[in-house]
């Protein structure tokens, strides 16, 4: 992440990290960096990719969903679908929050969310193993979210 990055850039990441709704003054005067220095900087860090988007981080219990999982994937490499394809659909999905391909002995890992287990079970049984390219399954649901 630091290839062509200096200190100011690092700092303006960082802040932004936990405090992305923050007006450009305010983020000036915590950082103590002038405002065109600090507008002129995250528009060069969203136009280089540094900055994919701005996004708030949802109470999802306050939603009315109470469970969270991951879910680890494994891939029927016999499948029509790529893998690729099959994470895409996935990613659509409602109750779906990312998915994302990964390396060792799962091919997938999913964080969904669920208002009650029939929910995440109709999601799991009904949904993801009816896929092309669906395998197996493990369902690990999160106690607390800690960071």
């Not at 630091?2 to 850039?9: A, P, R, S, V, Y």
């Not at 860090?45 to 994919?52: A, F, N, P, S």
Request: hydrophobic share 40%; net charge positive; with cysteine.
């Amino acid at each position: 992440m630091q290839g062509k990055l200096d200190k100011k850039d690092i700092q303006i990441l960082t802040y932004l990290r936990e405090h992305g709704r923050d007006k450009i003054s305010e983020i000036s005067a915590k950082l103590g960096i002038p405002r065109a220095t600090i507008f002129e900087r995250m528009e060069r860090l969203k136009r280089e990719g540094y900055i994919k988007k701005y996004t708030v981080e949802l109470d999802y219990e306050k939603l009315g969903f109470s469970i969270v999982a991951y879910i680890l994937m494994e891939y029927d490499f016999k499948a029509t679908v790529t893998q690729k394809e099959l994470c895409r659909n996935i990613a659509s999905m409602d109750n779906v929050l990312s998915a994302s391909i990964i390396s060792g002995n799962w091919d997938l890992i999913i964080l969904t969310v669920a208002r009650n287990m029939k929910e995440l079970s109709d999601l799991v049984l009904d949904k993801l193993k009816s896929m092309e390219g669906v395998a197996k399954t493990l369902s690990i649901p999160v106690f607390e979210h800690i960071k």
